[in-house]
């Protein structure tokens, strides 16, 4: 008795998982050179009508931040903090949204757990 593959199956065998493997290392690649490209980039990042300014790096680490001169309250604390947070979580939520939006053109919205 014979049996049969399911449909859309090809009986390449061998060959044809080297062509698949082939495409998984060429993908691997292009991954791990984009991956290293958007480590390499800086946002910057305006909060409070450009009132603070930070740099952030696709690493995640904050490079620089700037706060213009008039929003330094000594009576209103609170309010420069709130600008410093709103900018360092703006600048992680767009490394993070960048750099998933970047690697899902390299693996076609294949999901890869642990990698974004």
Do not use: C, H, W
């Not at 009132?51 to 001169?69: D, F, H, R």
């Amino acid at each position: 008795m014979r049996s049969r593959l399911p449909a859309g199956y090809s009986s390449g065998g061998p060959s044809n998982m080297q062509g698949m493997m082939k495409q998984a290392q060429k993908m691997q690649e292009n991954m791990a050179k984009l991956q290293a490209e958007l480590e390499e980039r800086e946002y910057t990042i305006k909060s409070g009508g450009s009132a603070v300014e930070l740099v952030i790096t696709g690493k995640k680490e904050v490079k620089s931040i700037k706060i213009s001169p008039e929003v330094i309250d000594p009576e209103d604390v609170e309010m420069l903090e709130d600008l410093i947070l709103a900018a360092v979580n703006e600048g992680i939520r767009t490394v993070e949204d960048t750099n998933s939006a970047e690697m899902e053109k390299v693996t076609g919205s294949i999901s890869i757990p642990g990698l974004f």
